[in-house]
């Protein structure tokens, strides 16, 4: 094996050596350092001209950590030198290549098999000699470390600047923009978001609700995932998701919470896709649960012709594992005839319990238990401080009381926020309509649509008696 010495340039061919630039900044670096790509491409390339190398590429890890070797532009410069392609890879730094000993000596081992050089432009190093080696290894036990505690350093100024709602980097989606630092409603756009929802609501068909989009903005050039990642992104109701955990009010909302939820409830539903065979789609798919083990129902075709087609619903924990003893086969023609007759009786019985719940809440001020608790917590604290109680039996109080705190707050919280959480006047407008007769004028999607616009699931016993759980 050749001698691998770094910034040695005896070693020149009368024909130019081929090179390969390796150039890396993680994610973290470019935040904080700007343009380090560009910076690093100009240095390697001036000094690959000055020294006569003829550039043969330049591999680019824009965003990756120097700890993960899966980085796509070194894994093919990798490739490269397997196939002899490279004499030479110049880099600024050692760090740039490897943060960490073990991985270093994976990607010499390749380098040394093919008898290529590695060379750093802005640091010497000799791998020659024991003493050389060592200085490396040292060296990059030394940079691993500081890796550690530069992500970690970067991490804990990031989760602050999230959590106090300070917009770091990202793309910024439709319907918002950036002021400063922080995001806000784009009033040009906020109408496109309100009718994504709006679509959705009216097809239940993220695809169709896509199409309706495109005709409707046809400059946004928008496409199927796009649509979804719309009907599914936690921004348009003022979430922020992050590593942390979500931070609420992290930027005005143009959507309100229970359109959002009851849109990703749909979208879990239809989740499924339907089989060529079943081309009507299963009306209640993702709606029924057995009323003996909680499971969701999974659809059943069968058709001998098509004057035959039956749907049918089954308990997959029974069929799959015999864990539950449902094993009853629920016909969706005698379903429909059941849910219809049983619709209405426990929509009013619903709407009444919801009002008579909403007019009779009482409106507790938890303020005085509150100050009670702290008052104890207070006398607690001077009873240790001064000696007179044990540390267990500080503790164990100690833990009662703010346990006590915590349930106060809560309840005080759901009533100060208590709103209603059902649109309670879509339901009721179904009480003034000949359900009936609009049901079976309707096509197997339209009747999916209805069910879906009002009930959330309905738990089914193998007699076919139904409770009934509305959005």
Known sequence: MKDNINNNMNNFNKKAEEVALYIRVSTEEQALNGDSLRTQREELTKYALANGFHIYNIYEDDGFSATNLKRPALQR?????????INRILITKLDRLSRGVRNYYKVLDVLDEHDVFWQTIFEKYDSSTANGRLHINIMLSVAENESAQTSERIRSVFKTKIQSKELISGKIPIGLKKDDKRMIIDEDKKQVILDAFQFYKETISAYQTFQKLDLKYPELQLNYMRTYRILTNKLYVGIKETRYGDIENFCPA????????????????????QSHNNSGGYIFQGMLKCAECGYTLGG??????????KYYYICKRHHLSLKCSCNTNFNEQKIEQKLLKQFIPQLEKYISNYEYKQNNVKKLNFSKEINSVESKLIKLKDLYIRDL?????????????????ENLYKEQESIETDKPKNN??????????????????????????LWLSVIDYIVIDKDYNMQIFFI
């Open 77 to 85: 410069m990798l490739k490269d030198v397997e196939q002899n392609k």
């Open 254 to 273: 143009i959507i309100d919470i229970n359109t959002f939820e009851n849109t990703q409830k749909m979208l879990k539903k239809n989740a499924r896709k």
């Open 300 to 309: 059943k075709f069968y058709a001998k012709n098509l004057e035959s087609s």
């Open 389 to 405: 109680i044990r540390i267990d039996d500080y503790e164990n109080d100690y833990k009662k009381y703010v346990s006590q705190l």
């Open 424 to 449: 309670i006047d879509i339901l009721k407008s179904f009480l003034n309509q000949d359900i009936l007769t609009i049901y079976n004028n309707s096509s197997r999607l339209e009747k999916r649509r």
